[in-house]
């Protein structure tokens, strides 16, 4: 493995996604500063410093192939850790998801890969494909990089899983909110996610399979769905729109604190979600604009969407589409409705 090469040039992610072999066995070594770099697999890379300030926090990008701007952002902090640009001072894991759909410029390639969380990778049918391997594979990585950080006396977690919506959104940059059992929703993470110019927050109303909620519901991790702009091809995104996003994650890894602005529920759009709109029909469809963005909202008693035998109807005054998608398959979330709320 030319290890000088990769610490020369950076180039993780075009290694682990053009030459996956090389990272076919873990491969350990050390940076100039002290930092442990520990590569698990093509894709799954952490950075230890010598000194680890108390942050474990987990990147991920790429659960979904097509969504191209996180994975940029990804691949240019880990770049710039491995060439010394910058250097870690927390303990920070980055997990690129499905390296195959980067490939193939699609969502994924048999099964989402964010529906197989929480041990549904092995659930029905077991692992019969590889997004369902690479779900365990995530979870297994997620798992140890924190029980790690557990040995060293280290236990904030955090986890950022970086996606970008499949249509265009009224509210451009926003985060699903894992479901907390009961637990209070933190405004100091709302002021974080601010920071990196995210202003809308859908605060969720149950269990889910997605890896937000793995983090969140097994590790007591702070962790979110971020959505940050609309889907486009690599090298494509106008990367001056996550300018915010850039900094702000960088002083999360490389800064002992980040300064975070001041708690404004005035520059903020807090949701709650009512409905879990799922297609259980081949006939599902839905009843409005293929471009009506997300965040659009309908009238009381509107039908949002129907299938053989059954329609759905908005609830409430302000209720609201999020993640449209009839074309799921059957028995996955075709729609979320969320509805204006406060924390
Ligand atoms: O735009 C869409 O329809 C989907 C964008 C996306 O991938 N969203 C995530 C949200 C996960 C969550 O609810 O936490 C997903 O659908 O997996
Ligand atoms: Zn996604």
């Not at 993780?12 to 030459?19: E, G, T, V």
Request: charged letters at 20%; a negative charge.
């Amino acid at each position: 493995m030319p290890l000088q090469q990769l610490r020369q040039h950076g180039q993780f992610l075009a290694l682990s996604r053009q030459q996956p072999n090389l990272f076919a066995s873990p491969i350990e070594f050390s940076l100039d500063d002290g930092t442990q770099v520990f590569i698990r697999s093509p894709g799954i890379i952490s950075f230890t410093p010598s000194k680890p300030e108390g942050k474990d926090i987990v990147l991920s990008s790429g659960v979904h192939g097509n969504e191209t701007a996180p994975i940029e952002i990804c691949d240019e902090l880990v770049q710039g850790l491995l060439t010394g640009q910058f250097s870690a001072r927390h303990r920070v894991l980055f997990l690129f998801g499905n390296l195959p759909a980067m490939e193939i410029g699609e969502r994924f390639v048999e099964e989402n890969m964010n529906r197989l969380f929480s041990g549904a990778h092995s659930k029905g049918p077991g692992l019969v494909n590889a997004e369902r391997v690479r779900a365990k594979e995530l979870e297994d990585a997620v798992a140890d990089f924190y029980q790690q950080g557990e040995q060293t006396g280290q236990n904030y977690r955090c986890h950022y899983d970086l996606h970008t919506a499949i249509r265009g959104s009224k509210n451009e940059k926003f985060a699903v909110y894992p479901y907390r059992h009961g637990q209070p929703w933190k405004k100091s993470q709302l002021q974080f996610l601010f920071a990196c110019g995210v202003n809308t927050f859908l605060l969720s109303n149950g269990p889910t399979t997605t890896f937000s909620y793995y983090s969140s519901n097994e590790f007591g991790a702070d962790a979110f769905t971020v959505e940050l702009g609309k889907v486009a091809a690599f090298g494509e995104n106008d990367m001056s729109r996550f300018a915010q996003v850039r900094e702000t994650l960088l002083a999360l890894i490389s800064q002992d604190e980040v300064a975070l602005p001041g708690y404004d529920p005035n520059a903020l759009h807090v949701f709650r979600i009512n409905q879990v709109i799922n297609r259980t029909k081949e006939d599902f469809r839905l009843n409005f604009a293929d471009d009506a963005p997300n965040f659009t909202d309908f009238p009381l008693d509107y039908v949002l969407a129907e299938e053989e035998g059954v329609q759905y109807k908005v609830q409430e005054q302000g209720e609201a589409i999020v993640f449209p998608n009839a074309k799921v398959a059957i028995g996955q979330r075709a729609l979320l409705t969320v509805v204006p709320t406060s924390l």
